[in-house]
């Protein structure tokens, strides 16, 4: 059975005004994002314009959605990304094709601001760390391992709690809040993978 999602007010606007206060500007950029093919990958979104540390690459528009998943319900629809407790946004074409890196290059604040976590050069792909933005218990990446081909790759992509410690304090504050109490409440696995 399907889990029961709802549709809610649509937040685009409320994090334009975000990011025009946190910012000092809009995702202006945006126009410059692109998707280009990968390969044995698949899709990725890259930019044409360069970013610094800390600038907003783009606001994430879609459809806010409420709905809860247990089990395998949480592979129903795997191009939305976690919010907040139930809450997901649908993101659409082209940030959809936005891809995994255990060595992000964004990573999301607030709600829909996606954030540079280091500078990005222009020809770059764009990506986020999956697993910032799901508690899932049952959810990993998958089927097959990461893909990502960072120097420090985890392979194995579960939920937050999956997390070490030291790479949440390396992308923080660009974890949705939520996430980072669920870490920090629940018990996680330890990992030896080096930042």
Not at 123 to 137: A, M, N, R
Request: glycine share 6%; with cysteine; hydrophobic share 35%.
């Amino acid at each position: 059975m399907k889990p029961l999602i709802k549709k809610v007010q649509h937040s685009y606007l409320l994090e334009l005004i975000r990011a025009l206060i946190r910012f000092k500007s809009h995702d202006k950029k945006r126009m410059h994002l692109y998707v280009q093919e990968l390969g044995i990958k698949g899709k990725g979104l890259f930019t044409s314009a360069a970013f610094k540390k800390g600038e907003l690459v783009f606001i994430a528009p879609g459809t806010t959605r409420v709905a809860h998943f247990e089990g395998n319900d949480c592979y129903l629809y795997p191009d939305w990304y976690g919010v907040d407790e139930h809450t997901w946004i649908d993101i659409t074409y082209p940030f959809v094709k936005i891809n995994h890196s255990c060595s992000p290059n964004t990573g999301i604040f607030s709600s829909r601001c996606f954030v540079a976590l280091r500078d990005i050069e222009a020809g770059e792909e764009v990506t986020f760390d999956y697993s910032t933005s799901d508690d899932e218990s049952d959810w990993v990446m998958g089927p097959t391992a990461c893909a990502c081909e960072a120097q420090h790759c985890r392979v194995h992509i579960g939920p937050i709690q999956t997390l070490p410690q030291p790479y949440i304090d390396q992308v923080y504050p660009y974890i949705p809040n939520y996430f980072i109490k669920k870490y920090h409440l629940k018990g996680r696995v330890d990992s030896s993978v080096d930042i």
